[in-house]
């Protein structure tokens, strides 16, 4: 079993930063990749990021690619979401997830266990 806590979230102004985070417990996670998506009003929930825990292998979205960086703290078990030139339409609800796939997947449903998600709004 996995809990997963997301803090972070706010108000921001478009080309702002924030950077969010998600506790992790539960159970060791060198087997373990850890996503961030991010859900908006009226459209399905989206990949964002990436990280295979064991390895540091990350991967991103396109349209957050070059703005965004994923990192974990590994003694602390914490996951981050780094957010640099944020853009309106970044706003969205934004969730820590992980999988017992020790690999990079995109795919929501791949993910077995999820965060409370955490509201980001970036205003123009």
């Known amino acids: 079993q996995v809990q997963l806590v997301e803090s972070g979230g706010g108000l921001v102004q478009a080309g702002g930063s924030r950077r969010l985070s998600c506790a992790a417990s539960?159970?060791?996670?060198?087997?373990?990749?850890m996503g961030w998506f991010r859900q908006a009003p009226g459209k399905e929930r989206e990949f964002v990021a990436s990280?295979?825990?064991?390895?540091?292998?990350?991967y991103y979205a396109d349209s957050v690619k070059g703005r965004f960086t994923i990192s974990r703290d590994n003694a602390a078990n914490m996951v981050y979401l780094q957010m640099n030139s944020l853009k309106p339409e970044d706003t969205a609800v934004y969730y820590c997830?992980?999988?017992?796939?020790?690999?990079?997947?995109?795919?929501?449903?791949?993910?077995?266990?999820w965060g409370q998600g955490t509201q980001v709004t970036v205003s123009s």
């Open positions: 997830a992980a999988t017992y796939f020790s690999m990079i997947v995109t795919g929501p449903a791949a993910y077995d266990y």
């Open positions: 539960g159970r060791t996670f060198s087997s373990v990749a």
């Open positions: 990280l295979i825990w064991s390895r540091n292998v990350t």
